[in-house]
Each structure stands twice: as structure tokens, then as C-alpha cells.
């Protein structure tokens, strides 16, 4: 027996000292990735795969990239209906509403089961207005899942924006008894009600609401809606103090407010509100009208005409600003700039006699004499009284409609012609991405890319030897960049980089040697990070290792695409602590054969993900030590010392990431201040 395992034994060695131990690995190496040598055109896609790549794209708020795979899973396999409904999601996320509706319709065609593609394409149809057809997706989603609260929300919406009030409410009824503790269906409720001029049950129902959920800006802001149409202004004004405090971005409000300030003589409080408003809607019209309005009251006359020079550049024949404007034009001593003015607004009034009369003012400025009697001649014959000649002051009393062409209305303050509420359906799906990153986010990590990524940090250049020694005597096309975090990739940058992956994995393929596959397999992995498909980029990482596992860069990136890949699956449910923990055990091995301060800046943010923020804190503490510019290390030490109960280092840290040039540093700072 002895001597069967020995006669076994030496054949062995004789077969082996025909081959050299790499060759033996390069065999090894063929045999586990023989699939990636297929060339392209007998390649057999693997559809989960894809899927799963596109959907992780989506995460990853990169719409365009996953776009390329879900057509590519379309192309291979027509009739599954996943890679269109996925497509027709990123095609809502690009606010292609038509292309995302038509993909919605072709997965219904391969599957109408499916509940979300009627309400995806329902929300489709109503960003098109399309109610009718929206409500008819309600209908038949409804019809699979009748207890979902969201499609009935959504379909009362389309009802109330059909002005189906009666309709409408039918369904906030029953809603109302099923799920009576949500407070959003009384608040539609008392929209309806308002639409129908009930005010009195559209008060109870927002009571309803305020009760069931006090922090609905919304709600604040309907409230004050019915007190000032009742020219209940304090109280209007109360209400919208507790709107803005929970929708502190809406220029609505801030305009809503002024009105009610100016109506309590808060001309003041009204300016700082206009001011508010258009500092977050510079394009808001009702706006700067009634700012220069104000303007104008105060005797600010430059900047009001400021104000009125933007509202005509909005709107070029709105009379009204027309005919403020010259006002304020002849009173600042522009004369001929004012008659301009002045007879644009009476060339469509020509029986305005203030109008009349203020261009003859201007004439007689102007020594034109002849003019100016013919438009005094005008004047007198209609018998006009004196009191025409003066320019009323801007009344407190009055307001009118900004659709109210009345130019005896110049010097009144303009409001919407109906006071909207925005809607906010029912969504999975805009905001779901970013909905999954709750709190303050961390900096991403370092990794390695062939694409410049432009820092947020001004003139920091990551640099570390090792990459630069992996870069030594490559072309700039293939040359590695270390990178916080991943740019977007245009349709066209994707599509290079598909290419460049097939011409790498062509390569690979012709290689006779495991030196020369080597750096290609490197350069595929950061390609397929890139696009990121970090399943195939690990892959390729992998077998890097079994041929060298001295490369502190291969774990490094491995490290990268793993923790990439897991917060994809765990935002689908999947428990990725020990996937965790092989990230971990990368990047700790990388630091055994290379210190940077990059590698100890991403352990730090693994260990955050793990909540240990002690380890967190002391990585970053180390990365910062090797290199005092690293402002994402600052930031994110900041960020941890915050969560372990140490507020003033934590500030301290953010003040440091600021100065460096990472400015929403400040805006959190002032956060905790508050």
C-alpha cells in the first residue's frame, strides 16, 4: 500500500516539473473563469444576474447605467416581464413619464398580475395629467390587493383632480372607516369640502387631522387657507407660522404669510416674507409683483422697478406691472422710458384717464406741449374728475386675482387665483432610493477608478504608492485614480465602458500567460466597478488574489465592491453580517501589507455600519494621522463622535472637514447647535 502512494507521489512530481507552478495557476485560473472567455455574441446571459446588477444601479441612483442592463435583459429574454417594469422604474426616475408608462404596459402585457406595475403606471399617467387612465390602473390593482391604502389615496387624488368632489369623497369615506387613524384622508377631505365652499365641515375634517398628526405642514397651511379668505388675518398668519416651521422651503407659504402680515399693517414682516419666498422661488411671479408693490409703498422706487423689470421679462404684456412701472419710472425722472410705458397700457385702455393723465405730466416734462394738450383735451372731454391726477396708495382693503385684468386694480396686491394644495400621492417609487439613506450620511469610501472623479474637496489629489506603482508605464486611458465615492456615468460613457470590458475580457482570453493576464484582470474589475457590477468585479478580484495575495490594491477594491453590494441586498432585506465581516477581514489584510490612510479611512466606515464607533473613531483618527487633508476622514469622525455622545469633538471635526472644503460640514453644525 506504502508503495502505491509513494509510485502515486512521484508521478505527481514528474507531472509537475512539466509545469511551472504559475502555468499550473493559469491553468486553474482558465478553468474557474473559462465563461468570461465566450465571446460575446455565444455568450448565454444570465438574466438574474443582470437583474440584479440593473437593480443595484437603481439603488445607486445611476438611472442611465441601469438602463444598459435591463435592455440587455430585454434583449435576451422579451418575454419576462422584470427588466421592463425595472426599466420603466428608471425611466419614472428620469421623469420620462411617457417611456415609463409604455414599459409599464408591455410588462402588463407579459404579466397583469403584478400589483406595482399598475401603480407605477398609474403614477405615470398622473404626471401626465391623465386621470381618467390613472384611475382605471387603480381600478385593476385594486382589484388583486384591495386592503392597499396607497391606490386609494392615490385614486381619491385623481377624483379630486377631476373635480369629481362628490366621487371623491364617497372614497374618503369608506377610507376613513378602514384606516381611521390616518390623518392624510381628512386633510383631502377638507380639500374637498373647500372646493365645494363648505368650510365649516372642511374645518372639522382638518381638526380631524391636526389631531390625528400635527406635523403635516400642509394641513397648517389649508387651515390658514379658509381663515384668510375670511379675512381672519392673525389667525391665517398662526397657522402659517406652524406650516413653514414644518415646511421651512415652501415660498408659498412665505408669500401666503405677507399677505396676511400686510393686512395687519406689517409692512415690515411682509417684505422679509416676499424676500423669503424668492429666495427659494426666484421665478416666483405673485412675488416680486407684490414685493415691488411694497417697494414702491415705502419709496424704494429703484428696486422696486427692479422687481417689475423681472415680472415683464415673465410676462411682457401684463399690464398692471406696465403701468407700475411707469410710475415708478416718471417718479425716478425717467420720463421717456415711462411714457413707453404708459402708452403700451393705454393703447389697450385707451379710456384709462389716470393713464391719460400721467403721460401728459410726462409730455409737459418733456416740452412736448402739442402731445400732452391732446391727451388733457381727452381727459376733460369725458368730464374727469381732479382726482384722477393722483396716484392712489396702495390699498390695504383690497385684493384682486391675479388673472383680474381690471387696470383701474394697478395698486392692489395680487393672490393666486386658487389657493392649491400639493398633492403628495402615494409613492414607492420617487424618493424610494434616497428614502433608504435616513440621517446624516457618511462620506462614501476611497476606491479605484479610470475615471477622474472631481473631489468635492478643492485641489485634493488622492494619491497612494502602490497605485502609483501599478500605473508605472500604462497608457492615461488605463491608468488607476483613487476616488470618494462614483460619478454618474452618461449613455455614452456607459456603452465605453461595456466595450472596453469586452476588449479586456478578449485579451484575457488570448492571454499564454498568468503575468500577462494579471494587470488585465485588474483593469476588467475596476471596469466592472465602474458600471458597477461588483459581483463579476469580485469575481475577477478574487482570482487576482489566488495569483498574487500580496496586493494590498486587489483587497482593497474587493473591500469596496463587497460593501457596495451589501448595502444593495440589505436594502432588500438580506442579513449581510458576515458579508460584513469579509469586508472587514479585506481591508485589515490590506493594512497588514500596506498602511494608508485610505484603507484606515474605509475600515473606519465599515465599523461604522456596524455601529462600533470607538474602532470608527480610532481608524479615522489614524487616516487623519497620515494625512491631516483628509477632510471626508474629519467628516465622518465628526459624524461618529455625534452618535457617540461626543458633541463638541464631533463639531469640532465637521468645523475641520468645512475649512478643508466639505461645506455641508456647516449646515449640520448649525443643526446640532439648534
Request: proline share 2%.
Amino acid at each position: 500500500m506504502k508503495s502505491e502512494v509513494f509510485a502515486s507521489a512521484t508521478l505527481g512530481l514528474l507531472w509537475l516539473r512539466r509545469l511551472s507552478m504559475r502555468s499550473f495557476l493559469f491553468m486553474a485560473f482558465f478553468v474557474l473563469h473559462s465563461s468570461s472567455f465566450i465571446p460575446k455574441a455565444f455568450a448565454q446571459y444570465n438574466i438574474d444576474r443582470l437583474l440584479m446588477i440593473g437593480r443595484s444601479a437603481l439603488y445607486y441612483e445611476d438611472y442611465v447605467l441601469s438602463i444598459q442592463y435591463f435592455n440587455q435583459a430585454i434583449a435576451a429574454k422579451p418575454y419576462l416581464y422584470e427588466p421592463w417594469f425595472y426599466r420603466g422604474v428608471a425611466k419614472y426616475y428620469l421623469d420620462d413619464y411617457v417611456g415609463a408608462e409604455r414599459d409599464c404596459s408591455e410588462a402588463i402585457g407579459r404579466n397583469p398580475y403584478v400589483v406595482g406595475i399598475y401603480e407605477l403606471r398609474g403614477l405615470c399617467r398622473i404626471q401626465q395629467e391623465h386621470y381618467t387612465d390613472a384611475i382605471a390602473d387603480y381600478n385593476t390593482a385594486l382589484r388583486y390587493d384591495p386592503e392597499n391604502m396607497g391606490l386609494w389615496y392615490n385614486r381619491a387624488l385623481c377624483r379630486l383632480q377631476q373635480k369629481d368632489y362628490d366621487g371623491a369623497l364617497l372614497e374618503l369615506d369608506s377610507m376613513s372607516v378602514r384606516w381611521s387613524r390616518n390623518a392624510r384622508i381628512y386633510a383631502v377631505k377638507a380639500e374637498a369640502y373647500l372646493q365645494q365652499k363648505d368650510t365649516t365641515k372642511a374645518i372639522v375634517a382638518l381638526d380631524k387631522s391636526v389631531e390625528l398628526d400635527a406635523y403635516n405642514g400642509n394641513v397648517w397651511a389649508q387651515r390658514a387657507i379658509i381663515s384668510m379668505a375670511r379675512s381672519e388675518w392673525k389667525d391665517g398668519e398662526q397657522y402659517l407660522d406652524k406650516a413653514i416651521h414644518l415646511l421651512p422651503k415652501n415660498g408659498g407659504l412665505y408669500i401666503n404669510r405677507a399677505l396676511a402680515r400686510f393686512n395687519q399693517n406689517n409692512l415690515r414682516g411682509a417684505m422679509a416674507d416676499y424676500d423669503t419666498a424668492l429666495d427659494f422661488e426666484p421665478n416666483n411671479f405673485l412675488g416680486h409683483y407684490n414685493r415691488g408693490l411694497l417697494r414702491a409703498q415705502v419709496g424704494d422706487d429703484n428696486r422696486a422697478i427692479t422687481d417689475f423689470d423681472f415680472v415683464l421679462k415673465l410676462e411682457p404684456d401684463n399690464l398692471m406691472a406696465l403701468y407700475n412701472r411707469a410710475l415708478l419710472l416718471e417718479q425716478t425722472g425717467n420720463p421717456r422710458a415711462a411714457i413707453r410705458d404708459y402708452s403700451k397700457v393705454i393703447e389697450q385702455y385707451p379710456n384709462f384717464w389716470t393713464g391719460l393723465h400721467q403721460r401728459a405730466q410726462c409730455y409737459r416734462k418733456l416740452g412736448m406741449t402739442k402731445q400732452a394738450e391732446l391727451d388733457e383735451f381727452r381727459i376733460l372731454k369725458a368730464q374727469i374728475d381732479k382726482r384722477f391726477g393722483k396716484q392712489p396708495r396702495l390699498s390695504k382693503k383690497q385684493m384682486r386675482k391675479r388673472s383680474d385684468e381690471d387696470i383701474e386694480k394697478y395698486n392692489q396686491l395680487a393672490v393666486a387665483d386658487e389657493q392649491e394644495v400639493e398633492h403628495e400621492y402615494q409613492n414607492d417609487y420617487r424618493g424610494r432610493v434616497q428614502n433608504r439613506r435616513v440621517g446624516m450620511d457618511y462620506m462614501p469610501m476611497y476606491v479605484l477608478s479610470t475615471e477622474r472623479h472631481q473631489s468635492a474637496v478643492k485641489h485634493y489629489i488622492a494619491y497612494d504608492r502602490q497605485v502609483e506603482a501599478l500605473n508605472a508605464g500604462q497608457p492615461a486611458t488605463r491608468q488607476l485614480h483613487i476616488v470618494c465615492g462614483q460619478s454618474t456615468l452618461s449613455e455614452q460613457g456607459t456603452r465605453r465602458y461595456f466595450a472596453r470590458i469586452d476588449t479586456l475580457s478578449a485579451l484575457i482570453d488570448r492571454s499564454q500567460s498568468v503575468s500577462a493576464a494579471q494587470p488585465l484582470l485588474l483593469q476588467r474589475a475596476v471596469a466592472y466597478s465602474i458600471i458597477q457590477n461588483y459581483q463579476s468585479a469580485i469575481d475577477d478580484l478574487s482570482t487576482y488574489l489566488q495569483i498574487d495575495s500580496t496586493s494590498a490594491v486587489a483587497y482593497w477594491q474587493r473591500a469596496v465592491c463587497q460593501s457596495r453590494l451589501n448595502d444593495f441586498h440589505a436594502a432588500q432585506g438580506t442579513d449581510v453580517k458576515m458579508k460584513t465581516a469579509n469586508v472587514l477581514n479585506d481591508l485589515s489584510d490590506a493594512l497588514k501589507l500596506h498602511e494608508s490612510a485610505y484603507l484606515y479611512y474605509n475600515r473606519g466606515n465599515v465599523y461604522v455600519q456596524r455601529t462600533d464607533y470607538a474602532h470608527a473613531i480610532e481608524d479615522y483618527t489614524r487616516a487623519i494621522g497620515m494625512d491631516a487633508n483628509l477632510a471626508e476622514a474629519y467628516y465622518n469622525r465628526g459624524l461618529a463622535r455625534l452618535a457617540f455622545k461626543q458633541q463638541q469633538e464631533g463639531i469640532d471635526d465637521l468645523s475641520k472637514a468645512g475649512e478643508l472644503g466639505l461645506y455641508q460640514a456647516y449646515s449640520i453644525i448649525k443643526r446640532q447647535r439648534k
